[in-house]
T-cell receptor, first 115, second 109 residues
Framework: GAVVSQHPSWVICKSGTSVKIECRSL??????MFWYRQFPKQSLMLMAT?????????EQGVEKDKFLINHASLTLSTLTVTSAHPEDSSFYIC???????????FGPGTRLTVL | GQNIDQPTEMTATEGAIVQINCTYQ??????LFWYQQHAGEAPTFLSY??LDGLEEKGRFSSFLSRSKGYSYLLLKELQMKDSASYLC??????????WGAGTKLIIKP
């Protein structure tokens, strides 16, 4: 099946710093990538949808200036959490979709801890 | 609005059978997915239904009734490693996945 990687798998940072998370589709071209956040014991929450070469579409309540998404190529999307605060500590998961949209392939997730 | 309902938690015994139900109300329908998610890990794909009926894949089966807005995931011969959350998700008219809150399945010896 299709493989999606994320880097880093975990990160600890100080409050006020920025953190970049990379999501790569390794063996297919992902026309659409999705970024999710999941707090402990809660379901996935879609943050934004990005299509290659265009601006991301953010879900209601997600600050686009705080969570910067770049989808510069068909195999790479990045999420930058700017000026991170402890409440941003969460499990961030990306997924990638192919042109037929019938399935999303998930990356392994990135656990962010902001001190 | 769009809504996916599934039980919050279920408990079953090792070796037994369990059925996890999912009902949905969405704007359009382009298929229903079941994912398994172990604690601290990303979801992994289990099944996809777009037509009515039962799809069987080993110990896991998934059923869909589009007219009733209903699906279930059936797990047979339960093993301890099946303890996980099971997420139901529907692809709507824009091919966006609408997620249920997940069902935590606890397997007891």
């Amino acid at each position: 099946g299709a493989v999606v990687s994320q880097h880093p798998s975990w990160v600890i940072c100080k409050s006020g710093t920025s953190v970049k998370i990379e999501c790569r589709s390794l063996d297919f071209q992902a026309t659409t990538m999705f970024w999710y956040r999941q707090f402990p014991k809660q379901s996935l929450m879609l943050m934004a949808t990005s299509n290659e070469g265009s601006k991301a579409t953010y879900e209601q309540g997600v600050e686009k200036d705080k969570f910067l998404i770049n989808h510069a190529s068909l195999t790479l999307s990045t999420l930058t959490v700017t000026s991170a605060h402890p409440e941003d500590s969460s499990f961030y998961i990306c997924s990638a979709g192919t042109s037929d949209y019938n399935e999303q392939f998930f990356g392994p997730g990135t656990r962010l801890t902001v001190l | 609005g769009q809504n996916i309902d599934q039980p919050t938690e279920m408990t079953a015994t090792e070796g037994a059978i369990v059925q996890i139900n999912c009902t949905y109300q969405t704007s359009g329908f382009n298929g229903l997915f079941w994912y398994q998610q172990h604690a601290g890990e990303a979801p992994t794909f289990l099944s996809y239904n777009v037509l009515d009926g039962l799809e069987e894949k080993g110990r896991f089966s998934s059923f869909l009734s589009r007219s009733k807005g209903y699906s279930y995931l059936l797990l047979k011969e339960l093993q301890m490693k099946d303890s996980a959350s099971y997420l139901c998700a529907v692809s709507d008219s824009n091919y966006q996945l609408i997620w249920g809150a997940g069902t935590k399945l606890i397997i007891k010896p």
